[in-house]
């Protein structure tokens, strides 16, 4: 109990309150009825808080017992599948040995976009109940519903029968078991949808202890989120079928947006394309080894000796036949490899694989333009159009091999289709290809632009429209093309065939920049880095000014498509981004492209990393060059 100027705090709540009464700045000596009020007031407002305390208190009680809620795209994707298969269970697996015809019918059957593809059927043994019943082999790949699709069609350009077309062999179009994009069952839904979006993949197998435990389509994750009452029911129908379903007899197309129709009667011209190429070996490079660092290479100046190179490149124009097989039309290929330098330890020089490799697809292309073309298998008077890159590369490969040429490397090579505005390649490893557009404003309003700079800082709308994907075994070990003197195989190899590269085609636009590179530059300068380069080459060469694609595409209009610029400059667009590569390769100041990843992968690494880089620039003009395509 304490006693203070004239009246006696008796409890705990009483010395608070007196404690109020003193911050309100009210003095023990101020009247009875001044005194009266401060403790009424501050009575008042413990009660309040005290109030306000238990309500809190309740609340917290309250929310603690609530369920709580998990968002869709935070639930494992094991649930999904284990409600999929609640609902409905499906075999889906094929033989390797079905028909086209025989998936089709299982896949409109089962209602599935893809299966798994096993090698055999076995007998299998139940302890439980003694008895002997079917079971499954290993899984040696997949199948789609595009792919056979994709196996239809290619038959439709062969000439063949609907017969011969349904009778092929699933097994030998799957995607191989090495190929295949899985998750696993502790990633949540929204890892699997990224993964899906990013490689442009229809559904996922779940693998769990090295087994498949069922596929995932974007579909069964879409389904996950709704109940059945959802999906069905008077009150569904009402809210979202009644009102739009069945389209009147009066529905027509709606014609291309304004900013597209430009594109789109270019379309209707055959595109060409000038090519530059650049090289720089490792500057810490000699003809008897190679340097990791300064350190190992001494004060000499840097390796400018482009024999010294392990990269290996090739640019070859080809007349091969149209479609019809009557006349003979330019088709422009390319290749990039980059021999294995860890060969030199084994007393192989690592040169003679990659310029073998790029060499031999040369050669192939040469004779076949000779020849007219592919020959088709059922006779030697038919010829296919074009030789796909896959091809190019399988047939250099078996080349390579035939030489016993020892050694490995990654490659990457593409075919340039100017009538149809395709640019098709396959990439093995961690070469690529990127390309750049402009967007103009109108468009670049409804797509993803760049953010990292902000809007005072952008003066291009050039964009990164596309990135091939690459293939790593693990974090600077890509896979790749090699021979050993026999053949490696096995999980554990980093060989690949080049039947596993990452084939696919890209729709080309007038005025578009495409690098192929080595990983030499992808390692050491940023891919927006290299899109401003290329810009600056475009306005140094009069290309565009200002960022005004209108004013490119009236020029255009006009009949002046400076093709002639465009052939005599592109070789410097080339030098400009190896250059910049072997500057960031030099400095340690810098956190490269290589450097983050080695951090992110738990490797401690600073600056650019030293490497051979070779960049073949090209750039897709209206008209061709009086100089030729390459320079």
Same mark, same amino acid.
């Given at each position: 109990m304490s006693e203070e100027g004239g009246w006696v705090a008796t409890t705990a709540d009483e010395i608070r309150i007196f404690r109020k009464c003193f911050m309100s700045n009210v003095k023990p000596e101020d009247s009875a009825d001044a005194r009266a009020q401060a403790r009424g007031q501050a009575r008042g407002e413990h009660i309040l808080e005290e109030k306000t305390k238990n309500d809190d208190k309740g609340e917290e009680e309250l929310e603690e017992k609530k369920p709580t809620r998990t968002r869709l795209r935070d639930v494992p994707i094991s649930e999904v599948l284990k409600a999929k298969h609640t609902l409905r269970w499906v075999e889906c697996v094929i033989h390797k040995d079905?028909?086209?015809?025989?998936?089709?019918?299982?896949?409109?059957?089962?209602?599935? *976009?893809?299966?798994?593809? @096993?090698?055999?059927?076995?007998?299998?043994?139940?302890?439980?109940?003694?008895?002997?019943?079917?079971?499954?082999?290993k899984v040696v790949g997949m199948i789609t519903s595009r792919d056979l699709l994709r196996i239809i069609n290619a038959g439709f350009k062969d000439n063949e029968t609907d017969s011969d077309i349904f009778e092929r062999i699933v097994g030998d179009y799957m995607t191989p078991i090495t190929?295949?994009?899985?998750?696993?069952?502790?990633?949540? +839904?929204?890892?699997?949808? #990224?993964?899906?979006?990013?490689?442009?993949?229809?559904?996922?197998?779940?693998?769990?202890?090295?087994?498949?435990?069922?596929?995932?389509?974007?579909?069964?994750?879409? !389904?996950?989120?709704?109940?059945?009452?959802?999906?069905?029911?008077?009150?569904?129908?009402?809210?979202?079928?009644?009102?739009?379903?069945?389209?009147? *007899?009066?529905?027509?197309?709606?014609?291309?947006?304004?900013?597209?129709?430009?594109?789109?009667?270019?379309?209707?011209?055959?595109?060409?394309?000038?090519?530059?190429?650049?090289?720089?070996?490792h500057p810490f490079k000699t003809a008897e080894s190679c340097g990791i660092s300064r350190r190992d290479f001494g004060p000499d100046e840097v390796t400018k000796d482009l024999s010294?190179?392990?990269?290996?490149?090739?640019?070859?124009?080809?007349?091969?036949?149209?479609?019809?097989?009557?006349?003979?039309?330019?088709? @422009?290929?390319?290749?990039?490899? &980059?021999?294995?330098?860890?060969?030199?330890?084994?007393?192989?020089?690592?040169?003679?694989?990659?310029?073998?490799?790029?060499?031999?697809?040369?050669?192939?292309? $040469?004779?076949?333009? %000779?020849?007219?073309?592919?020959?088709?298998?059922?006779?030697?008077?038919?010829?296919?159009?074009?030789?796909?890159?896959?091809?190019?590369? %399988?047939?250099?490969?078996?080349?390579?091999?035939?030489?016993?040429?020892?050694? #490995? #490397?990654?490659?990457?090579?593409?075919?340039?289709?100017?009538?149809?505005?395709?640019?098709?390649?396959?990439?093995?490893? &961690?070469?690529? +290809? +990127?390309?750049?557009?402009? +967007?103009?404003?109108?468009?670049? =309003?409804?797509?993803?632009?760049?953010?990292?700079?902000?809007?005072?800082?952008?003066?291009?709308?050039? $964009?990164?429209?596309?990135?091939?994907?690459?293939?790593?075994? #693990?974090?600077?070990?890509?896979?790749?093309?090699?021979?050993?003197?026999?053949?490696?195989?096995?999980?554990?190899?980093?060989?690949?065939s080049a039947a596993e590269s990452c084939t696919t085609s890209i729709h080309i636009r007038r005025g578009d920049i495409i690098i192929m590179a080595t990983d030499g530059l992808f390692d050491n300068v940023e891919l927006e880095d290299i899109a401003s380069i290329s810009l600056e080459w475009e306005e140094k060469n009069g290309f565009i000014r200002d960022g005004d694609i209108a004013a490119r595409e009236k020029r255009w209009e006009a009949g002046s498509s400076m093709t002639n610029q465009s052939a005599d400059g592109v070789t410097g667009l080339a030098a400009a981004l190896v250059q910049r590569a072997r500057e960031n390769s030099l400095d340690k100041s810098i956190d490269s492209p290589f450097?983050?990843?080695?951090?992110?992968? !738990?490797?401690?690494?600073? =600056?650019?990393?030293? &490497?051979?880089?070779?960049?073949?620039?090209?750039?897709?003009?209206?008209?061709?060059?009086?100089?030729?395509? @390459?320079?």
């Open positions: 079905a028909t086209v015809r025989e998936s089709i019918q299982t896949c409109l059957e089962n209602g599935l *976009s893809g299966m798994m593809v @096993i090698d055999k059927l076995v007998n299998v043994h139940d302890a439980d109940t003694s008895k002997t019943m079917m079971g499954r082999g190929q295949v994009i899985y998750a696993r069952p502790e990633e949540t +839904i929204g890892i699997c949808r #990224s993964i899906m979006a990013k490689l442009g993949v229809k559904c996922l197998p779940i693998l769990s202890h090295g087994r498949v435990e069922g596929l995932v389509t974007a579909r069964d994750m879409s !389904d996950y989120g709704l109940d059945a009452v959802d999906r069905g029911g008077k009150k569904h129908y009402l809210e979202s079928i009644s009102e739009r379903v069945g389209l009147s *007899s009066n529905t027509s197309m709606a014609e291309p947006p304004a900013y597209l129709r430009a594109h789109l009667a270019l379309q209707q011209k055959p595109l060409f394309m000038n090519m530059g190429m650049s090289e720089l070996p010294l190179s392990e990269d290996a490149h090739f640019i070859l124009r080809a007349k091969l036949p149209d479609e019809n097989g009557k006349e003979k039309r330019d088709v @422009i290929y390319a290749g990039v490899a &980059d021999g294995v330098g860890s060969w030199r330890e084994y007393g192989v020089d690592p040169r003679e694989f990659s310029s073998a490799l790029m060499r031999e697809c040369e050669n192939n292309l $040469r004779e076949a333009a %000779a020849q007219g073309g592919k020959k088709v298998e059922k006779g030697d008077e038919k010829f296919r159009r074009q030789i796909t890159p896959a091809e190019v590369m %399988a047939q250099a490969y078996q080349r390579v091999k035939a030489d016993n040429i020892i050694g #490995s #490397s990654t490659a990457c090579v593409s075919m340039f289709d100017g009538l149809r505005h395709q640019l098709h390649f396959s990439n093995l490893g &961690d070469s690529g +290809i +990127i390309v750049l557009r402009h +967007i103009d404003a109108t468009i670049a =309003g409804t797509l993803k632009r760049n953010t990292k700079k902000g809007k005072m800082e952008r003066y291009s709308d050039l $964009r990164i429209a596309f990135v091939s994907q690459q293939q790593l075994r #693990s974090f600077n070990h890509p896979y790749q093309l090699g021979w050993t003197g026999e053949e490696l195989h096995g999980e554990n190899t980093s060989f690949k450097a983050i990843l080695a951090k992110e992968n !738990d490797i401690m690494w600073s =600056g650019g990393m030293p &490497d051979d880089c070779t960049v073949i620039a090209m750039h897709v003009v209206g008209q061709p060059s009086a100089t030729g395509v @390459i320079n």
